[in-house]
């Protein structure tokens, strides 16, 4: 008899065992929300009964459930495993988000505190664009020529790729990418506050680039130095569990609050994917600015110490 009582208390204890150690699996986020185009009140998400915030990089647990109240709002996630984005709205009614448990979560570390820059940045432009709506800022895009991003000196990565070059205003100007013999290396005009040259095999120097508009011109220097002597990245980056979109903006947002020198650099990491990525727009959208988040925590890079805590962003008038 004792023998049996004994079999059922080992074989209990190791149900018990089993269940916390699933709970604690499905505890680990299988994504994370990308973008909502309306308020966060017009969406319900829940992890069982519990209602959470809604905010972009916000983590989804399997299991969640999200509902979708304004026929014209939609809600995108990324989901680990999923090559694109998936988008939620009114017609799908109570949604059940599932998906591929991860062996380990993602959203700690360098990558938390990502998440807390972007949101800083997500809630910075809702209040500017609320505050615009009211009537209560005036014309954001000016005529005059300005290009915060080169407020000073840059060095970027030599290596073949597009450079990506970002100015506020005006909305048309003409640009030059000129060799350390003052040469072009490419030239454009561009349009909006985004212009790429075509692909080129960048060799370590110096470069110049110049912007032009209504007859002002604004000349920058640019370094481009071999791809080992750039910073050293955290080595999180390396790690497979994140998402592909994820790891690009958060190494953006590492080299922006890494040295304003690399905002360039910054930049040329999330501007591909600024129009289909909240979060990479988001930081686009800074940069171009010449705004930087400030730099992690010192006590707080390695992996696994996560933050939600995010020190007062940089302007070119505050570095």
Partial sequence: MKRWIVVLVAAALRSSALDAAEAQHKSLEIGYIENF??????????????????????????????????????????????????????????????????????????????????????????????????????????????????????????????????????????????????????????????????????????YAIEIAASGETLRQSVQFVPPDKGPNLPAEFADPAAPEPLRAVAIGAWYAAEDPAFLLEALQHVAPEAGSSRPAGLLAQAFTEGKRPSPQPPGKRSEGAGSRDLGALTSPSTR
């Fill in 37 to 206: 185009d309306r308020g966060a009140d017009v969406y319900i998400l829940k992890t069982g009964d519990t209602r959470r915030d809604v905010a972009v990089l916000a983590p989804v647990f399997d299991g969640d459930t999200i509902e979708v109240k304004d026929p014209s709002a939609t809600i995108t996630l990324r989901v680990v495993g999923e090559a694109g984005p998936r988008v939620l709205s009114k017609a799908n009614a109570v949604a059940t988000i599932t998906g591929r448990i991860p062996q380990k979560g993602f959203l700690s570390g360098v990558y938390a505190w990502t998440t807390s820059v972007v949101q800083l940045f997500d809630r910075e432009q809702r209040e500017q664009i609320s505050a615009s709506i009211r009537g209560n800022l005036g014309n954001l895009s000016g005529s005059q020529l300005s290009a915060p991003l080169l407020a000073r000196p840059q060095t970027v990565l030599a290596e073949k790729r597009k450079l990506i070059i970002g100015w506020v205003s005006p909305l048309i100007v003409d640009i030059r990418v000129l060799d350390g013999d003052g040469a072009p290396v490419a030239s454009g005009r561009g349009s909006g506050t985004l212009w790429a040259t075509p692909e080129v095999d960048w060799k370590p120097g110096a």
